[in-house]
């Protein structure tokens, strides 16, 4: 006999021993027949394990309203979304805070045009840094230029708890979370920390983010956080020389899933240079006031945000907040 067909032959024997002390430790515990078939009738199964109660989500103390804004994919323009609605909200008269969540690119500071770092009074009191009237949170303000953050899950975590928990936020109708894309760690880190008081998709109109939003969509009702409604960004452009409107990603898509889920659309914001300019130069559009031409969507969504939070019962949104 050759050494292959050998060591086959070793193995089978093995194998052949394994089964007979299985079948045997089986036969004890009356799950085989004398014949050596199975028997699955009635077992007798310990008892189950005591469910431990989960430990309460405290609100933020003086936090009326959390809203998460998010997004399936990157490059939707979220950041955008989350600056210009903070900033909306702020200027039709209602305190804001800004939490910058998305810890691998956080952009806020750029978009708010400061590079103020956040001051500690001790280890668990922050001064948040104050921007165009929104008080601020962001890792972009903490660890500046570029490099990079390369951590995982636990870390993220504790990150969230120190901005969530440690931040002296005071008194806000408003605190908006920018989350990083996706459905991961610093998402569910959220969920898990605070009762959220809803959730603000942003997507484009293209087939690409809208399967990914979906994902997002699902996420947040399987964790129970309602779903305020879809902001479709990038919708259309206005062409100037022309005047006509051009859908570059596609038409009508953020309704139809809208509908299709039973949310609002919350609102439609056009492709114009003047927005991403804005975001570039530290001085979003939302600053140049409802009546501006380029911030009039931007103002129409915030308004729409508002209207939903107000539509929510007390205990879930805490004060009304009038938005005149």
Not at 98 to 117: F, H, K, R, S
Not at 192 to 210: I, K
Request: a neutral charge; proline letters at 8%.
């Amino acid at each position: 006999m050759d050494e292959c067909a050998f060591l086959v032959q070793n193995e089978c024997s093995r194998l052949a021993l394994l089964q007979n002390r299985v079948l045997v430790a089986l036969r004890h515990r009356d799950f085989v027949k004398p014949d050596g078939k199975l028997f699955f009738g009635e077992i007798e199964m310990p008892p189950a394990p005591t469910p431990q109660p989960q430990p309460a989500k405290l609100p933020i103390e003086g936090v009326k309203n959390l809203v998460a804004v998010a997004s399936g994919k990157g490059g939707v323009g979220k950041t955008t979304v989350a600056v210009n609605l903070a900033l909306a909200l702020k200027r039709l008269g209602a305190s804001v805070g800004l939490l910058d969540a998305d810890v691998y690119g956080p952009n806020v500071p750029i978009m708010l045009g400061t590079d103020e770092q956040p001051q500690a009074l001790s280890e668990r009191q922050i001064l948040p840094v104050e921007a165009q009237g929104v008080k601020l949170i962001s890792m972009g303000l903490l660890n500046p230029g570029d490099k990079p953050m390369i951590w995982r899950g636990p870390m993220l975590h504790s990150v969230m708890q120190q901005f969530l928990r440690s931040v002296m936020w005071g008194e806000l109708d408003y605190l908006i979370v920018d989350l990083p894309p996706g459905t991961g760690d610093v998402q569910l880190s959220l969920i898990q920390m605070v009762p959220v008081t809803g959730a603000v998709l942003v997507t484009t109109p293209s087939t690409v983010a809208l399967a990914d939003v979906r994902k997002a969509i699902e996420m947040f009702r399987q964790v129970n956080v309602d779903i305020l409604g879809i902001v479709e960004n990038m919708s259309f452009f206005n062409c100037p020389h022309c005047q006509g409107k051009i859908d570059v990603f596609g038409q009508g898509e953020g309704r139809r899933i809208a509908e299709a889920y039973g949310v609002p659309l919350l609102g439609e914001i056009e492709i114009d240079p003047r927005i991403r300019i804005g975001g570039d130069t530290g001085k979003p559009v939302a600053l140049l006031g409802e009546n501006s031409p380029e911030a009039k969507s931007i103002y129409a969504m915030a308004r729409a945000v508002a209207s939903r939070l107000a539509e929510k019962p007390a205990a879930a949104r805490g004060s009304v907040v009038q938005i005149d």
